[in-house]
Each structure stands twice: as C-alpha cells, then as structure tokens.
C-alpha cells in the first residue's frame, strides 16, 4: 500500500533551535497534514495544506505543500520546552480512498540533555 | 460534545476474549474513521464510516474485527477472541464530512489503550 517517509525519526532540541522535518511519497498527494501528538492523547491537527507550492503558517510553525506533490515539510522556529512530542505528517494521494488519510511514522521531538 | 470522546480510555483484557471499544464523534460530524496506533508507530487506518454505512473497511487486519456505527453518530469497534498481537491504541477521529475543504479535516481523540495479556 501506499507509504510516507518520514524524517527524522527522532531529535533532540535546544530551547531556541529551529526545527526541521519533512515527508516524501511515492504517489502524488492532493492533501497534506501535519499533526502533533503528546504522550496518552490523541494527535491534534497543526496545519493543513491543499494546493501544490502552498505555504502556511501557525504561529512558529511553518509547512509546505512541494511542488512535485510528492513532498511536504514543517519547520518549528525559536523552539520553546512545549514541542516535545511526536509530529505526524498525514495526506491523500490521488485515487486513494477519500476517508483513508496515510499517516507518516513520525518525529519525536525530545530536549536535549 | 466538545471533541472526539472514546471509551474506556484503558482496557487489559486476556487473550480470547471480546472486546468492544467506543467512539462518540463531534456533535454534527458526519464521517468517523478508525486507527490503531502500535508502540512508537504511526497510524494505522482500520476502517471509516460515511453515516451509517461503511465505504472503506480495507485496513481492518482479519474477521475478528468488526465496527458499526448507529444513528450517524456513537460507532463501536469490536475486536473477537483477542490476540495479543492486538494491544495498540485504538484511536478515533471524526470530519464534517469526507470531500470539500476543510470538511474532511479529522479531528481526533484520545485513544483507548488496549493490553491483551
């Protein structure tokens, strides 16, 4: 089936740092998400994108929909303690099925000792 | 209600036996899917609902699993003679709806968190 790669798996953050992670596909995608999940609760929905080449921005949080279709990133500026998590990139490619959102693998985000 | 609210949030339980675990969506969300979560992965689609019927069920893993939803709303999934292959999370989401944008936008809760022993 349909598979996202996402990257990295894991990393350590400095309060401060920027943060930078993205998610490639095999297939075109018409739909990109990016959620976050803390520890015991269900993941909440960050950012969504629509359009090849959109750009959108939540607060520090910045994604991009690629222009190939078959990629999207999100970059976390000035990180502060509070983004520790797991990120989730999320998405729809052509033809798939319209209730089926193919989730990422994830990136967990920890502080560095 | 206010968010996707699932029930029991935690539930050990041994192996053979049925479990039922429950998922009442955002008041007026017509779309309710779901996912189960393995240790440190990501999400795995199970199954979606559009109303009351069920157009995509193709991530259900075997005939031991089953979900139906009633009156558009509370869904239940159903697991048969658990395995212990089978402790996940179990998570929920609903969406307004399944096309448009912005309408099939998942918004997700809390889990429950399945032990077969």
């Known amino acids: 089936g349909q598979q996202l790669n996402q990257s990295p798996q894991s990393m350590f953050i400095q309060e401060g740092e920027d943060v930078s992670m993205n998610c490639t596909s095999s297939?075109?995608?018409?739909?990109w998400l990016w959620y976050k999940q803390d520890p015991g609760e269900g993941p909440v929905l960050l950012i969504a994108?629509?359009?090849?080449?959109e750009l959108t921005s939540n607060g520090r949080l910045t994604a991009q929909f690629g222009i190939t279709r078959k990629d999207s990133f999100l970059n976390i500026s000035a990180s502060i303690p509070s983004d520790v998590g797991i990120y989730f990139c999320?998405?729809?490619?052509?033809?798939?099925?319209?209730?089926?959102?193919?989730f990422g693998k994830g990136t967990k985000l920890s502080v560095k000792p | 209600g206010a968010g996707v609210s699932q029930s029991p949030s935690n539930k050990v339980t041994e192996k053979g036996k049925d479990v039922e675990l429950r998922c009442d969506p955002i008041?007026?969300?017509?779309?309710l899917y779901w996912y189960r979560q393995s240790l440190g992965q990501g999400l795995e689609f199970l199954i979606y609902?559009?109303?009351?019927?069920?157009?995509?069920k193709s991530g259900l893993p075997s005939d031991r699993f089953s979900a139906e939803r009633t009156g558009g709303s509370v869904s239940t999934l159903t697991i048969q003679r658990t395995q212990q292959e089978d402790s996940a999370v179990y998570l929920c989401?609903?969406?307004?709806?399944?096309?448009?944008?912005?309408?099939?936008?998942?918004?997700f809760g809390a889990g429950t968190r399945l032990s077969v022993l």
């Open positions: 609902f559009q109303g009351n019927s069920a157009p995509d």
């Open positions: 994108l629509y359009k090849a080449g």
């Open positions: 989401a609903s969406s307004l709806g399944t096309s448009g944008v912005a309408k099939n936008i998942q918004y």
């Open positions: 008041s007026g969300h017509t779309a």
């Open positions: 297939s075109i995608f018409n739909t």
């Open positions: 999320a998405g729809r490619y052509y033809g798939g099925s319209q209730g089926n959102l193919i």
